[in-house]
C-alpha cells in the first residue's frame, strides 16, 4: 500500500528537464491501445488514431495525456517520465520496479 501511495505522487522536473503539459484525455479514435506500463502503473505508453502519447491516471478516475505525437517524440516523453520515477524510487531508498522500456536504452538514438 504504501509502495501505491509514494507512486501517485507528480513527477516535478528539475531545472534543468523539460515540463510536460498535461490535458484531459479524450478519446479520438475507435480503439487505444496500452502496450506498456512503468512501474507502479504510474504511466502508460498508448497509442490512438495515428498517434502516440502517455497517459496517467487521475484521482477522479480519468487520466490524463501528455506528448501525443508522433512516435519518436511520444517515445522520448515516456522515458523521461519513467526514469524521473524511477529516480524518485531511489532518492526514497526504495528498490523500483521493472521497466522494459528502461534496460538496454541504446535504442533511443
Do not use: N
Not at 507512486?7 to 502496450?35: D, H
Not at 497517459?55 to 523521461?80: C, K, M, N, P
Amino acid at each position: 500500500m504504501a509502495e501505491q501511495e509514494s507512486c501517485a505522487q507528480t513527477v516535478e522536473p528539475t531545472q534543468k528537464e523539460p515540463a510536460f503539459k498535461w490535458v484531459p484525455y479524450e478519446p479520438v479514435g475507435s480503439l487505444l491501445r496500452v502496450s506498456h506500463t512503468s512501474c507502479c502503473g504510474r504511466f502508460e505508453w498508448a497509442s490512438e488514431g495515428g498517434h502516440f502519447f502517455v497517459l496517467r491516471s487521475t484521482d477522479d478516475g480519468g487520466y490524463e495525456e501528455t506528448g501525443r505525437g508522433l512516435y519518436r517524440q511520444a517515445i522520448d516523453v515516456y522515458v523521461t517520465l519513467a526514469e524521473r520515477h524511477r529516480a524518485e524510487h531511489l532518492r526514497r531508498g526504495e528498490r523500483p520496479g521493472s521497466d522494459t522500456f528502461l534496460k538496454g536504452r541504446a535504442w533511443r538514438g
